[in-house]
Structure formats: structure tokens, C-alpha cells
């Protein structure tokens, strides 16, 4: 099994920065992608970014209402995941989860999710 664990949400001014962290535990042979999705008061959970990993390398992807303001990236090391929150709107205010797929040596996919961490931007 797998566990997800979030953590660097909190309050923040427009303008200001945060770092999330998602750290991957448990029984893990592979794991081919990580994002973050967020989902504020009355609506839907939305994709926000997402990072592949394979042979060929990393790649990431942002949602448009994020790009050149958020930055995902990861540490192999420990299989933990970040998001990069950069001049913040009080439109980012949401609570940001984390997913993980892992694959098994016989390359069977599994998705897990983080517990989330809110993140509010206020004046």
C-alpha cells in the first residue's frame, strides 16, 4: 500500500509564495506520474499540474490559469512531489491534493490521493 502525505498549505497575502510537498510511502516500485488538483468552496476538484516520468525523462504540464505562476517538480530520492506557488491570487484559494500513479513490475496501474492542505489567499 501506499500513502500520501501533504503538507505547506496555510494563509498567504495576494501576491506572496507557498511550496506544497506531497511525500509517497509505503510499497513502491515505480512511479510513472505526479500532479496536483485543487478544489475550491462550490465547485469541482480541477487539475491544476502534472509531471510524467519515464525512460525519456520528465515532462510537465499546467492548467492555464497557473502557467508561468506555478512550478511542479520532484526528488527521486523521495518520492515526493512539490508545487511551487508563485504570486498568488485569492483565486488560488483551494485545497490542493496531490495524486500518484504507481505501476508494479508487471506494469498495473494505481492512483492514490493525498488527505489535502488548504491554501487561502487573503489580504
Known amino acids: 500500500q501506499v500513502q500520501l502525505v501533504e503538507s505547506g498549505g496555510g494563509l498567504v497575502q495576494p501576491g506572496g509564495s507557498l511550496r506544497l510537498s506531497c511525500a509517497a510511502s509505503?510499497?513502491?516500485?515505480?512511479?510513472?506520474?505526479m500532479a496536483w488538483y485543487r478544489q475550491a468552496p462550490e465547485t469541482q476538484r480541477e487539475w491544476v499540474a502534472g509531471i510524467t516520468i519515464d525512460e525519456r525523462g520528465d515532462s510537465t504540464n499546467y492548467a492555464d490559469s497557473v502557467k508561468g505562476r506555478f512550478t511542479i517538480s520532484r526528488d527521486m530520492a523521495k518520492n515526493t512531489v512539490y508545487l511551487q506557488m508563485d504570486s498568488l491570487k485569492p483565486e488560488d484559494t483551494a485545497v490542493y491534493y496531490c495524486?500518484?500513479?504507481?505501476?508494479?513490475?508487471?506494469?498495473?496501474?494505481?492512483?492514490?490521493w493525498g488527505q489535502g492542505t488548504q491554501v487561502t489567499v487573503s489580504s
Open positions: 495524486h500518484v500513479q504507481t505501476t508494479t513490475p508487471s506494469y498495473q496501474g494505481y492512483d492514490y
Open positions: 509505503g510499497s513502491i516500485f515505480r512511479i510513472a506520474a
